[in-house]
């Protein structure tokens, strides 16, 4: 193309259009500020991205932290045709139609996820993508026997509580998703339900299934106990890219979502994002934008905008698939290189409303992806005219020229519907993408040490609450502040900690009270 002719939006818009027909599938690049030269620039990376990616199907391990191998993208290949696709498939069907039951054998009508991460997020998206945000509220029969979906992903007793509030026990199956078993947010939740179940007088294990690896603590804690089912999970699949495997399976097949489909989906945009010229590949074009809008250190924000009520969790799922893949501190060769790209957003429409504002007149510190979903879901006429989804159009379209004419940068991604098949196509194109920009940035994408110290760092809060609960019983009644009662638990460096520990006691435990003094500007506490 003519250097004259690049200037020019339509013929851009030509050039950095990718499509794939029969899906209707589109990605547009146009709006983005780069040019050919700066793509030329990037074929070394390219060329060793096509090349690890290889490696990464190939099987060779490419999470050296943990000795690893990445699996996702060609696991979901071969999943549909295993034995356990059909397992699930099966224990699904008999629980919808009333073969499987609870202990009093009354038909399950809903099921708890109690997962964290991916486990959770995941089966999230999809639930609301596709069966919608009111699916819970629809009969047995509106949802033809399959179940509602409720989530257990945090380790928040007020979660737990409100859930409590509306699940009847004895219709309601339970889902536990843990790879290692001991992921602590969810076997607090687990051990939280097997207590309101026996106080119920009920049996836990007659209402659980798993999903875990095989030899865990939940693998061996499940099926000592008898549960229901228990389903295996790879080793070499991580929590964020889990839901093309049995973690996305098992919540989709109790709800009516057609796996196989989103599969497809998934398995169609991984051949399209092995196509050899990096310029016709939607995931290395897409990395190569983010590379180089950000100049190969993480310098813009990505902002997800979704032009769909359907796909509102989606920058919520991109936020854990993208930072924690790609937020790291030290690069393969162990330098210090703090790498990442923050991710936010909301949905279309609701945005022009809300952070919009700053995006038009703010800092220029972002760059927007708008995905469209062109089928309307229904035809809600506003004029002779124009109709609802008419408008949805021409705000996005409106705000993309906006957005534009400020010099601001846009990727615009339309998809003709939200069903399985552009969901697996969307998910999986964000996959690949990130594998591939970790290697442009030379990061492991695929482990997560500072999820791991956070983890290290949480023990030693509860070890020093157990040491400082020791010692004021030892000690008998107390009174004093912060610093005073950490000097005589015998841990005075930490009274900053132990003034958080007994503000969470004050609340909590009536042997504990606290009065706040102002004279010292601290809080004094009274242990009895």
């Known amino acids: 193309m003519r250097p004259e002719k690049m200037n020019n939006w339509i013929e851009r818009n030509i050039e950095y259009t990718l499509v794939d027909a029969e899906s209707q599938f589109s990605i547009d690049f146009a709006g983005m500020k780069f040019s050919p030269a700066e793509l030329d620039a990037l074929q070394p990376k390219f060329e060793r991205a096509a090349r690890e990616m290889g490696r990464i199907e190939a099987g060779e391990i490419k999470n050296p932290d943990e000795k690893r191998k990445v699996t996702h993208f060609s696991d979901r290949k071969v999943y549909p045709q295993s034995e356990l696709f059909a397992s699930v498939e ?56 399959y179940l509602k979906l409720y989530f257990l992903d945090n380790t928040d007793s007020a979660e737990f509580a409100d859930l409590s509030e509306v699940m009847d026990p004895e219709t309601t199956l339970h889902l536990v998703i843990s790879k290692s078993g001991g992921t602590q947010e969810t076997k607090n939740n687990m051990i939280a339900m097997e207590e309101l179940y026996a106080a119920r007088k009920l049996s836990f294990p007659k209402h659980a299934a ?48 057609k796996f196989g489909r989103f599969l497809e989906g998934a398995c169609r945009m991984d051949e399209w994002t092995r196509t050899a010229d990096p310029r016709k590949n939607p995931a290395m074009m897409l990395a190569a934008m983010w590379y180089i809008a950000g ?17 509102i969790l989606l920058s919520r799922y991109m936020q854990q698939l993208v930072m924690e893949s790609l937020g790291k501190e030290l690069d393969l060769d162990g330098r210090v290189v703090h790498q990442g790209l923050n991710v936010f957003g909301n949905k279309g429409g609701t945005d022009a409303h809300a952070f919009i504002q700053q995006l038009n007149d703010g800092r220029d510190d972002f760059f927007a992806t708008f995905i469209e979903v062109l089928k309307d879901a229904e035809k809600l006429p506003i004029t002779d005219s124009t109709d609802m989804g008419t408008y949805l159009h021409g705000f996005l379209e409106g705000l993309s020229a906006a957005l534009r004419g400020k010099g601001r940068q846009i990727i615009t991604i339309r998809v003709p519907q939200v069903s399985e098949l552009e969901l697996g196509m969307l998910i999986a194109l964000y996959e690949r993408a990130v594998a591939i920009y970790a290697e442009f940035i030379n990061i492991n994408a695929f482990h ?59 609340v909590n435990c009536p042997a504990v009270s606290r009065k706040f003094c102002e004279k010292s500007n601290q809080w004094v506490y009274t242990v009895k």
């Open 210 to 257: 798993a999903i875990t690896m095989k030899g865990s603590e939940l693998d061996r804690h499940a099926r000592g106990s008898n549960w229901l089912a228990v389903f295996e999970m790879a080793e070499s699949i991580g929590g964020r890219t889990s839901e093309t495997s049995i973690v996305g399976h098992v919540p989709a097949a109790l709800t009516g979502v």
């Open 295 to 311: 100049e190969g250190k993480g310098n813009r924000n990505m902002v997800i905008v979704p032009y769909s009520d359907r796909l």
């Open 448 to 506: 997560q040490p500072g999820v791991q110290s956070y983890k290290l760092a949480a023990k030693g809060v509860l070890a020093l609450r157990e040491k400082v609960m020791a010692k004021l019983a030892e000690l008998g009644g107390i009174t004093g502040t912060a610093i005073e009662i950490a000097e005589k638990a015998g841990c005075p460096d930490d009274a900053v900690e132990v003034g958080a520990l007994l503000d969470k006691a004050a």
């Open 90 to 145: 099966a224990f699904a069907e008999q629980v919808r139609s009333g073969k499987i039951t609870g202990e009093t054998g009354r038909k399950f009508e809903a099921v708890v996820v109690n997962g964290i991460g991916g486990s959770a997020l995941g089966p999230q998206l999809m639930q609301f993508a596709i069966n919608g945000p009111y699916w819970n509220e629809k009969t047995d029969a509106a949802r033809n026997g």
